[in-house]
C-alpha cells in the first residue's frame, strides 16, 4: 500500500530505505504561500534510534510490510529472549534492546503476539497484566512513614519498582505492564 503525505499520523508504520519506521510525534504546518509541511518524528523499529524529517505536499510513503504472530516465550540466552510459534514450532530471538523494559515482564511459557519484519522480530505485545515474584524487599520498620508507606521491590525478572510497605519477600504480585506499576497482592 502507498500512503501520501494526508495520510500521514502518529502511529502510521512506513517504509523508508527499506527499514521500518514509525511516526511517533507528527505536526502539520501550511504556510502563507507555497507547499504544505509534513514535519515528523520518526523512530527506526529495528534499532530504535529517532530523527525528524519534514516532507512536503505531493510525496509519497511505502506501508511497511509487518506481520504479527502469535508465539510463547520459551527462555533467554546469549542469542536473546527466544520465542517459539506454537503452529509451525519456528523459534525467533529478539534482542534486549529491542524489547526494553517489557523483557522484565516475560514469564516462561507466556503467549505474546510478535511484531514481524519479515523473519526479525521487532517488537511484542504483552498481556495488561502479569503476576510475579518478589525476590528482595528490605523489611518495613515500624514508624518508617517518611517513605510515603512505599519501599523498593526486585521482582523474579530483575524488575525494581515501588510497593506498598506491607509487601514481603515471597509475595506474589500483579504488575501492569503498561505502567510498569504495582497492582495488587494475588492471593495463592
Same mark, same amino acid.
Given at each position: 500500500?502507498? /500512503?501520501?503525505?494526508?495520510?500521514?499520523?502518529?502511529?502510521?508504520?512506513?517504509?523508508?530505505?527499506?527499514? $521500518?519506521?514509525?511516526?511517533?510525534?507528527?505536526?502539520?504546518?501550511? $504556510?502563507?504561500?507555497? +507547499?504544505?509541511?509534513?514535519?515528523? &518524528?520518526? &523512530?527506526?523499529?529495528?534499532?530504535?534510534?529517532?530523527?525528524?524529517? *519534514?516532507? &512536503?505536499?505531493?510525496?509519497?510513503?511505502?506501508?511497511? !510490510?509487518?506481520?504479527?504472530?502469535?508465539?510463547? /516465550?520459551?527462555?533467554?540466552? #546469549?542469542?536473546? /529472549?527466544?520465542?517459539?510459534?506454537?503452529?509451525?514450532?519456528?523459534?525467533?530471538?529478539?534482542?534486549?534492546?529491542?524489547?526494553?523494559?517489557?523483557?522484565?515482564?516475560?514469564?516462561?511459557?507466556?503467549?505474546?503476539?510478535?511484531?514481524?519484519?519479515? #523473519?526479525?522480530?521487532?517488537?511484542?505485545?504483552? !498481556? =495488561?497484566?502479569?503476576?510475579?515474584?518478589?525476590?528482595?524487599?528490605? $523489611?518495613?520498620?515500624?514508624?518508617? *512513614?517518611?517513605?510515603?508507606? =512505599?519501599? $523498593?521491590?526486585?521482582?523474579?525478572?530483575? /524488575?525494581?519498582?515501588?510497593? !506498598?510497605?506491607?509487601?514481603? #519477600?515471597?509475595?506474589?504480585? +500483579?504488575?501492569?505492564?503498561?505502567?510498569?506499576?504495582?497492582?495488587? &497482592?494475588?492471593?495463592?
Amino acid at each position: 500500500m502507498v /500512503y501520501s503525505c494526508a495520510d500521514l499520523k502518529k502511529g502510521l508504520k512506513i517504509l523508508i530505505d527499506g527499514i $521500518p519506521h514509525v511516526i511517533v510525534q507528527f505536526d502539520f504546518t501550511k $504556510p502563507g504561500k507555497g +507547499q504544505a509541511l509534513y514535519k515528523c &518524528r520518526l &523512530r527506526n523499529m529495528i534499532n530504535g534510534s529517532q530523527f525528524d524529517r *519534514t516532507y &512536503r505536499s505531493g510525496e509519497s510513503f511505502e506501508s511497511a !510490510p509487518l506481520e504479527s504472530r502469535d508465539m510463547q /516465550y520459551l527462555y533467554h540466552d #546469549e542469542s536473546g /529472549y527466544v520465542f517459539m510459534d506454537s503452529k509451525t514450532y519456528e523459534q525467533v530471538a529478539i534482542d534486549g534492546d529491542t524489547l526494553g523494559d517489557d523483557k522484565y515482564f516475560l514469564v516462561d511459557n507466556m503467549d505474546v503476539e510478535i511484531l514481524m519484519f519479515g #523473519e526479525i522480530g521487532i517488537g511484542i505485545s504483552l !498481556p =495488561n497484566f502479569v503476576n510475579l515474584r518478589v525476590t528482595q524487599s528490605d $523489611p518495613w520498620v515500624k514508624g518508617d *512513614t517518611a517513605s510515603g508507606n =512505599n519501599k $523498593p521491590a526486585i521482582l523474579e525478572t530483575g /524488575y525494581t519498582l515501588q510497593v !506498598p510497605s506491607f509487601v514481603e #519477600e515471597g509475595s506474589l504480585l +500483579q504488575i501492569d505492564t503498561r505502567t510498569g506499576e504495582y497492582v495488587t &497482592r494475588v492471593k495463592e
